[in-house]
């Protein structure tokens, strides 16, 4: 969780550290193997699918604010870079 300081009229987001319950279903994950991302003017909606020969299963849905799209491609693009840096390329 962020939190926003301000000290000398400037703004300062500082880290704290989130305590997260998880249940045991969720800790299991699922995968996917198939994402479709679709918008409308107020959300982001990510479906995930699990494709096995010609049908789909949807196996999880995230609907995100824009600004919260926009955090998790920073957050994505950021660990795509750790992930190349360690491990090498990717490719598709």
């Given at each position: 969780?962020?939190?926003k300081i301000k000290k000398n009229g400037i703004r300062k987001e500082t880290k704290q550290p989130m305590n997260i319950l998880v249940n045991l279903e969720a800790q299991?994950?699922?995968?996917?193997?198939?994402a479709l991302i679709h918008h409308t003017k107020n959300?982001?909606?990510?479906?995930?699918?699990l494709q096995f020969?010609?049908?789909a299963q949807l196996v999880s849905r995230i609907i995100l604010?824009?600004?919260h799209m926009a955090s998790l491609q920073k957050a994505?693009?950021?660990?795509?870079?750790?992930?190349k840096n360690e491990?090498?390329?990717?490719?598709?």
């Open positions: 969780m962020n939190k299991k994950g699922v995968y996917s193997n198939v959300e982001f909606i990510m479906d995930f699918l020969g010609g049908e604010s824009p600004a994505i693009n950021q660990n795509i870079e750790k992930h491990y090498g390329d990717h490719k598709p």
